[in-house]
């Protein structure tokens, strides 16, 4: 159990920007939000994290909500090369276990 | 080295043989981890080791699944009497000690059992 919901699919246009959603109602005081994104035939890649900041990074942005229910995962200005499966993730930090993936949003940046 | 190697890059076996899978951590991080992802499907946590404490299996589908991590670096995943639906792309990740925030994955080894 993810403890996530992201949509399965979405699009998004060359040189737009992708805002990628995710809802984690349940989540804990402790627990941070990380993003992980696959390209294909490729191992995940970390992209970022928060616990309730939001976050930059070169890759990407991150804005939590104040009631940390939910998440956007921002890519300022996306390229064909973003296209990849994107994963939400809560998860302790330093809590010794293994993140768990989900089934992540397939995103597809079009021409 | 550079990044998370795992060799072989392809396995094709026959269903009822041992596979051994090696990872190849970055030097210097403590935690390791191996995934498994079939055709479609997302990420399944098969087994994390952390420095010299017991490793969490949790994630072994069976007993025909076990895994080693020799002084602290270098891991074999072993399946034994393999099966069709062992088939899938194996990952390996490492990250630096309990702070895990950041996983560094391999490119992983396609299993294929025919």
């Not at chain 1, 928060?50 to 991150?62: P, Q, V």
Request: charged share 20%; proline share 4%.
């Amino acid at each position: 159990d993810a403890k996530t919901t992201q949509p399965t699919s979405m699009d998004c246009a060359e040189g737009r920007a992708a805002n990628l959603p995710c809802n984690h109602s349940t989540i804990s005081g402790n627990e941070y939000v990380y993003w992980y994104r696959q390209i294909h035939s490729q191992g995940p890649q970390y992209i970022i994290h928060g616990l309730k900041n939001n976050e930059t990074n070169e890759m990407a942005s991150l804005i939590i909500t104040e009631d940390r229910k939910s998440s956007t995962l921002i890519l300022p200005h996306a390229t064909l090369r973003d296209t990849a499966v994107y994963y939400c993730i809560v998860r302790v930090s330093d809590s010794g276990y293994a993140l768990n993936f989900g089934k992540g949003t397939s995103l597809l940046v079009t021409p | 080295g550079a990044g998370v190697s795992q060799s072989p890059s392809n396995k094709v076996t026959e269903k009822g043989k041992d596979v051994e899978l090696r990872c190849d951590p970055i030097s210097g991080h403590t935690a390791l981890y191996w995934y498994r992802q079939s055709l479609g499907q997302g990420l399944e946590f098969l087994i994390y080791f952390q420095g010299n404490s017991a490793p969490d299996k949790s994630g072994l589908p069976s007993d025909r699944f076990s895994a080693e991590r020799t002084g602290g670096s270098v891991s074999t995943l072993t399946i034994q009497r393999t099966q069709q639906e062992d088939s899938a792309v194996y990952l390996c990740a490492s990250s630096q000690g309990a702070t895990n925030e950041k996983l560094f994955f391999g490119s992983g080894t396609q299993l294929s059992v025919l």
